[in-house]
């Protein structure tokens, strides 16, 4: 008998998937962390990303069950599909760690973060900051004669493209609270 002479990859005559699932394709993936809220916790979590060398692109914490002493980390990162299941794996594997989701790969979910942008303008940079803002739907929360202090909230891409705007009209300084995300549904 001749041996059967299939070429890697799937195709429409094929029953099977014989496609590589090794991608070296980067992706980003917001995972959702529950951890008991003691400390040290989060220095564990953030040095499993240290020691491994994998990226944090945006971490937030913070406590969301009171009476049960438990806290909700919000991560960010990137990595090829097999760097992303090890986190995940490693997470799981961690004694204060409670639950890992996945949110990017468990469905639609809703993602915020929160700016204060301060714009140092003169003249007519002003005006058109005030202008640009109320597009954005930004709000003012400090001013003098020399500034403004934008709060935004919304997509990290939509933080990015109002600080993009706000740049041509004067010095632009920023803190930004990083992604808090949440699953779509029930």
Do not use: W
Not at 7 to 21: F, N, P, Q, T
Not at 153 to 178: N, Q, S
């Amino acid at each position: 008998m001749s041996p059967l002479n299939i070429e890697k990859g799937s195709s429409s005559h094929s029953a099977y998937d014989l496609r590589s699932h090794m991608s070296d394709t980067v992706e980003t993936h917001t995972l959702a962390v529950l951890v008991q809220n003691e400390a040290g916790v989060l220095a564990r979590v953030i040095g499993l990303f240290s020691g491994r060398g994998y990226n944090i692109e945006s971490l937030t914490v913070a406590e969301v069950d009171r009476a049960g002493h438990r806290s909700r980390i919000t991560i960010v990162t990137s990595g090829t599909p097999q760097v992303i299941n090890q986190i995940k794996m490693q997470l799981e594997r961690m004694v204060p760690v409670h639950e890992v989701h996945d949110l990017t790969v468990e469905g639609p979910f809703v993602s915020r973060e929160l700016a204060l942008i301060k714009v140092i303008a003169k003249g007519e940079h002003r005006v058109e900051a005030l202008r640009i803002a109320e597009i954005f739907r930004a709000n003012v929360v400090d001013s003098t004669l020399q500034s403004f202090v934008f709060e935004i909230t919304g997509t990290p891409e939509k933080v990015d493209a109002f600080c993009d705007l706000m740049r041509p009209l004067g010095e632009v300084r920023l803190a930004r609270t990083g992604v808090a995300a949440i699953a779509r549904g029930v």
